[in-house]
């Protein structure tokens, strides 16, 4: 299939642009539109280059921007000014293509997929796009090139003023994958800011690890992303685990905790096991054998909307290796006898149905399964309890807190293979456990060095064996 053409355009500094052919005296001074001048209130709209190269931002009080540039003029909005020059932007699109969507006033994609053998190819159009703006309304824009709205929109946002950027197939890595993640459509200052947090600095972080969880949930079988950012020299980005210390600590926390300790049973069977999320809250009691101590993993439990509605579903592995036979530690045994018995005493409904699937082990106080987030909505609520309880416990003792970073269920499982792998399990049984289709993943994804301790150790044990010489 033919990839579409898309063009963002970007009027630039529009409002200021407008007024500058309207106002030849601002053309070579800082100036600003917004806010009511005599009042001394407001805020920017935009400014003029001369005004952002002092550091003038579209969003500065006027008072904030009068400081960091002294000489601005500032002139009130007039939207009706504005509102004509974008029809008039519309108008000239429109002899390239109807399909428009406008993104605002000053912004807007178009598909002209169509009139490319008729006009040229994309960076064709976009350059007579780009002329006429010029000669026929007298101000600049910046368009993007691709395949795509969201690189359509990285492009026109690549190169300001009176740019034109492709971002092709061939090219979006070398050209988007380095760029900072707050540029990405949508991702505004909180999203930016947990994303940070997560060590998500770059677009090409976001779509590596967005891509890693794919293939951890066995959705997909390789990581298109991996790699991509060899060119730039970073090492790669180190998976999370808790140290054998945190483990202790957060375990230690739950169990004696009066509301969170209900969730005790199911953490140490998160550690135990290894589990995807949806292998964990889709598990039922007719999966394991207490006797035999071994859990039978052959389905996962989703909650997505597969055109009949957001609401569970039971699906398959995407791999065989997916499907296994897990050996229950004594611990996990422990937990799951620790867990009928709270079901029992919370009198938890066991007669919830998914497509034929009932008794379900892990479940929430209506008796339905646990949703995805809302395992990862507990384990917040865990760590933010605790980190709580340990700046209060630091003041006491007047020491330095040890907080907690958040914790998922993702990162839950890769602590569960840390500590296997700390312990000396072969790693083909380690393969096999977590049931990754290459072992590659195992090896280069979650059997990393989580602490010092665990180096140490290790040299220890290797010492004790050595023969001498």
Not at 185 to 199: E, I
Not at 297 to 324: M, S, W
Request: proline share 4%; aromatic share 8%.
């Amino acid at each position: 299939m033919q990839d579409r053409v898309i063009l963002h355009s970007d009027c630039n500094c529009f409002y200021a642009s407008a007024e500058m052919l309207h106002r030849p005296e601002c053309r070579h001074v800082p100036m600003a539109v917004g806010g009511d001048p005599e009042a001394r209130h407001g805020i920017v709209l935009t400014a003029n280059y001369i005004a952002k190269r002092y550091g003038v931002k579209t969003g500065m009080a006027l008072w904030q921007a009068r400081q960091v540039c002294p000489g601005i003029v500032f002139v009130p909005p007039r939207m009706d000014l504005y509102l004509r020059f974008s029809r008039m932007a519309h108008e000239i699109y429109a002899d390239y293509t109807d399909l428009q969507e406008p993104y605002g006033i000053d912004e807007s994609w178009l598909d002209v997929t169509d009139s490319c053998s008729l006009k040229g190819d994309g960076l064709s159009i976009a350059k007579e796009i780009s002329n006429r703006m010029k000669s026929e309304m007298g101000i600049t824009v910046s368009i993007g090139v691709s395949y795509n709205k969201i690189f359509a929109k990285l492009g026109s946002d690549y190169k300001k003023p009176d740019a034109i950027t492709t971002m092709g197939r061939e090219e979006y890595r070398t050209k988007a994958w380095n760029l900072p993640v707050s540029d990405l459509l949508y991702v505004g200052r909180s999203t930016n800011r947990k994303l940070q947090l997560l060590g998500i600095k770059t677009i090409g972080d976001l779509a590596k690890a967005a891509l890693e969880l794919a293939v951890d949930d066995d959705i997909l079988r390789k990581n298109p992303a991996k790699g991509a950012l060899g060119d730039y020299g970073r090492t790669p980005k180190e998976r999370i685990a808790l140290t054998s210390s945190q483990q202790e600590k957060i375990l230690a926390f739950i169990k004696t905790h009066n509301v969170y300790n209900a969730y005790y049973p199911m953490i140490c069977f998160m550690i135990g096991t290894g589990l995807r999320c949806g292998e964990l809250i889709g598990l039922t009691w007719n999966d394991v054998d207490m006797k035999k101590k071994i859990i039978n993993v052959d389905h996962q439990l989703i909650y997505k909307n597969l055109g009949d509605g957001c609401k569970f579903h039971i699906t398959t592995p995407k791999t065989e290796a997916g499907v296994r036979i897990i050996p229950m530690l004594d611990n996990v045994r422990k937990a799951l006898e620790e867990q009928r018995k709270l079901n029992f005493l919370l009198a938890r409904n066991r007669d919830f149905e998914i497509e034929g699937y009932t008794d379900f082990i892990f479940l929430a106080k209506t008796g339905r399964p646990l949703m995805p987030n809302g395992v990862n909505s507990a384990l917040k609520n865990i760590v933010d309890a605790y980190n709580k309880a340990e700046v209060v416990n630091a003041k006491k003792e007047r020491r330095k807190a040890e907080l907690f970073p958040n914790i998922s269920a993702h990162i839950m499982r890769h602590t569960a293979c840390t500590r296997m792998a700390e312990q000396g399990m072969d790693v083909k049984v380690l393969q096999y456990i977590m049931g990754h289709e290459n072992i590659e993943v195992t090896m280069q994804v979650y059997n990393h060095i989580s602490d010092m301790s665990r180096v140490e150790n290790e040299i220890i044990r290797m010492n004790a064996l050595a023969v001498d010489f």
